[in-house]
């Protein structure tokens, strides 16, 4: 399959919850087509994931931003990624509390601070300093998931734009039950997303603590520059979450050639892409 943008919304249980699904995978759908509509106006794909995740951070019924999961106080405690795969420009946030669209702040860590990742405070007082919008986290409803599930309904988007170049975002709530100050796979470089223009954009979701052991995005980047398909180099990896750590994921990628891969060992994982000309088509990857 080509496609010039991917997104997902979590590979998870989602059991039981067939209308939350369905509004899961009407916000990819959305956000597939937001992201494609800015590579076709000859925009970048780092501009089309972030606009894609913000949609999905957006959107209440995933585990990003208002969706996010509490943790074991009761707190919101947010991870981000920005990747540019032209330049290998990188930007994240974690455990960040009261911002609506962590991807946006992970963007302006990579733009405007010499650094790649801001946690807590830091991240807190650095969205102060530019003055980055933030909302009040706390009054947000507890999600429908929280009691049943144990990772899930993270969000993450791969693109590639029309001058060939790569981009991945990835965005989360991180895992319901966390500790506080847990910081899963999303934030870390490689681990929940990597972009190198020389191989592959890839975004992970699904147990957190498994992937940061496998730093299993470059993983998937390694074996493209290598000549596996992207698609083979997905379910290799998925394979790989499961056979040596007995944990369970999801995978999305694009490589050079537009050529995309999606692979997931949970019962369910919604996910979108879109063609170069708007065409939309989803799906609920299941293992
Ligand atoms: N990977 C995320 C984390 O561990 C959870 C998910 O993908 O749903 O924070």
Same mark, same amino acid.
């Given at each position: 399959?080509?496609?010039?943008?991917?997104?997902?919304?979590?590979? +998870? *249980?989602? &059991?039981?919850? @067939?209308?939350?699904?369905?509004?899961? =995978?009407?916000?990819? /759908?959305?956000?597939?087509? #937001? $992201?494609?509509?800015?590579?076709?106006? +000859? *925009?970048? &794909?780092?501009? @089309?994931?972030?606009?894609?995740?913000? =949609?999905?951070?957006? /959107?209440?019924?995933?585990? #990003? $931003?208002?969706?996010?999961?509490?943790?074991?106080?009761?707190?919101?405690?947010?991870?981000?990624?920005?990747?540019?795969?032209?330049?290998?420009?990188?930007?994240?946030? #974690?455990?960040?509390?009261?911002?609506?669209?962590?991807?946006?702040?992970?963007?302006?860590?990579?733009?405007?601070?010499?650094?790649?990742?801001?946690?807590?405070?830091?991240?807190?007082?650095?969205?102060?300093?530019?003055?980055?919008?933030?909302?009040?986290?706390?009054?947000?409803?507890?999600?429908?998931?929280?009691?049943?599930?144990?990772?899930?309904?993270?969000?993450?988007?791969?693109?590639?734009?029309?001058?060939?170049?790569?981009?991945?975002?990835?965005?989360?709530?991180?895992?319901?039950?966390?500790?506080?100050?847990?910081?899963?796979?999303?934030?870390?470089?490689?681990?929940?997303?990597?972009?190198?223009?020389?191989?592959?954009?890839?975004?992970?979701?699904?147990?957190?603590?498994?992937?940061?052991?496998?730093?299993?995005?470059?993983?998937?980047?390694?074996?493209?520059?290598?000549?596996?398909?992207?698609?083979?180099?997905?379910?290799?990896?998925?394979?790989?979450?499961?056979?040596?750590?007995?944990?369970?994921?999801?995978?999305?990628?694009?490589?050079?050639?537009?050529?995309?891969?999606?692979?997931?060992?949970?019962?369910?994982?919604?996910?979108?892409?879109?063609?170069?000309?708007?065409?939309?088509?989803?799906?609920?990857?299941?293992?």
């Amino acid at each position: 399959m080509k496609a010039s943008i991917i997104v997902h919304g979590g590979a +998870g *249980g989602w &059991a039981g919850q @067939a209308e939350r699904l369905r509004r899961a =995978l009407a916000a990819c /759908e959305e956000a597939a087509r #937001a $992201g494609e509509t800015i590579i076709a106006r +000859g *925009g970048s &794909a780092l501009d @089309a994931v972030e606009a894609a995740v913000r =949609l999905l951070e957006d /959107e209440p019924s995933l585990n #990003a $931003g208002r969706g996010s999961f509490r943790n074991l106080a009761g707190d919101v405690e947010m991870d981000a990624l920005i990747m540019d795969g032209a330049t290998l420009g990188l930007g994240a946030v #974690a455990v960040v509390r009261d911002v609506c669209n962590p991807v946006s702040l992970a963007r302006r860590v990579m733009t405007d601070t010499p650094h790649t990742l801001l946690a807590g405070e830091g991240a807190s007082r650095f969205a102060d300093a530019i003055g980055f919008p933030r909302c009040d986290t706390r009054g947000w409803p507890l999600h429908p998931a929280d009691a049943a599930q144990a990772a899930g309904d993270t969000v993450g988007a791969v693109a590639r734009d029309r001058a060939g170049n790569l981009a991945v975002a990835v965005s989360t709530g991180g895992i319901p039950r966390k500790m506080p100050g847990r910081i899963g796979d999303s934030p870390l470089a490689g681990c929940g997303g990597y972009a190198d223009n020389a191989s592959a954009a890839v975004a992970a979701t699904g147990d957190g603590e498994a992937l940061m052991k496998l730093v299993a995005s470059k993983r998937v980047c390694d074996d493209i520059a290598r000549g596996a398909s992207a698609q083979a180099a997905c379910e290799a990896a998925v394979a790989l979450l499961a056979r040596r750590l007995g944990a369970s994921g999801g995978l999305i990628a694009l490589d050079r050639a537009g050529e995309a891969g999606v692979a997931c060992n949970t019962p369910a994982m919604p996910y979108a892409w879109a063609e170069e000309g708007g065409v939309v088509g989803s799906a609920v990857g299941t293992r």
